[in-house]
T-cell receptor, first 115, second 108 residues
Framework: KAGVTQTPRYLIKTRGQQVTLSCSPI?????VSWYQQTPGQGLQFLFE???????NKGNFPGRFSGRQFSNSRSEMNVSTLELGDSALYLC??????????????FGEGSWLTVV | SQQGEEDPQALSIQEGENATMNCSYK?????LQWYRQNSGRGLVHLIL?????REKHSGRLRVTLDTSKKSSSLLITASRAADTASYFC????????FGTGTSLTVIP
């Protein structure tokens, strides 16, 4: 069974640009969640999608948005990039919403560098 | 604000020794999960313990949960060099929270 797949793995963007990251969950999983990891702030929850609806949200500005498609694949978008957005962005999937106690499985992440 | 903390921040042990890391949290939780992360890679799920459980085992891993103290511990027995990684606790309150992580180095 294929794991969580994230693309691209590495990318470099310029301040002010926008970026879209993609995540394909494990087959059969309907929940996708996104996280940001930086040396300074550690791992932080961005948002969770289940059945194409955002179910939970962390404390990030509106520049961070996402969506989920009918096949459970998800995209995350960051607009007007700032230097501080440089991070490892992790996507995870679970059978149902992670809040119901399901195991959350992570992808390898997308490394974003903003210059 | 940081909802979870782990200690120690870093731990260095000899192969064959046991490693214990602790996670303390502030919010009420539904469950708590432990993950391993090798440098620059994704998180690998290790074990999940529900709020009504006190202890759980999986191979060389033993996890305890004390909801009255809002703390959990992960014990890795008979450590191996391949266990070298960062370990994070993850718990759900009104959102997903992570601990600050413990960097474990197992010296061959």
């Amino acid at each position: 069974k294929a794991g969580v797949t994230q693309t691209p793995r590495y990318l470099i963007k310029t301040r002010g640009q926008q970026v879209t990251l993609s995540c394909s969950p494990i087959s059969g999983h309907r929940s996708v969640s996104w996280y940001q990891q930086t040396p300074g702030q550690g791992l932080q929850f961005l948002f969770e999608y289940f059945s194409e609806t955002q179910r939970n949200k962390g404390n990030f500005p509106g520049r961070f948005s996402g969506r989920q498609f009918s096949n459970s694949r998800s995209e995350m978008n960051v607009s007007t990039l700032e230097l501080g957005d440089s991070a490892l962005y992790l996507c995870a999937s679970s059978l149902s919403t992670g809040f119901s106690g399901n195991t959350i499985y992570f992808g390898e992440g997308s490394w974003l560098t903003v210059v | 604000s940081q909802q979870g903390e782990e200690d120690p921040q870093a731990l260095s042990i000899q192969e064959g020794e046991n490693a214990t890391m602790n996670c303390s949290y502030k919010t009420s939780i539904n469950n708590l999960q432990w993950y391993r992360q090798n440098s620059g890679r994704g998180l690998v799920h290790l074990i999940l313990i529900r709020s009504n459980e006190r202890e759980k085992h999986s191979g060389r891993l033993r996890v305890t949960l004390d909801t009255s103290k809002k703390s959990s511990s992960l014990l890795i027995t008979a450590s191996r060099a391949a266990d070298t990684a960062s370990y994070f606790c993850c718990f759900t309150g009104n959102q997903f929270y992570f601990g600050t992580g413990t960097s474990l180095t197992v010296i061959p």
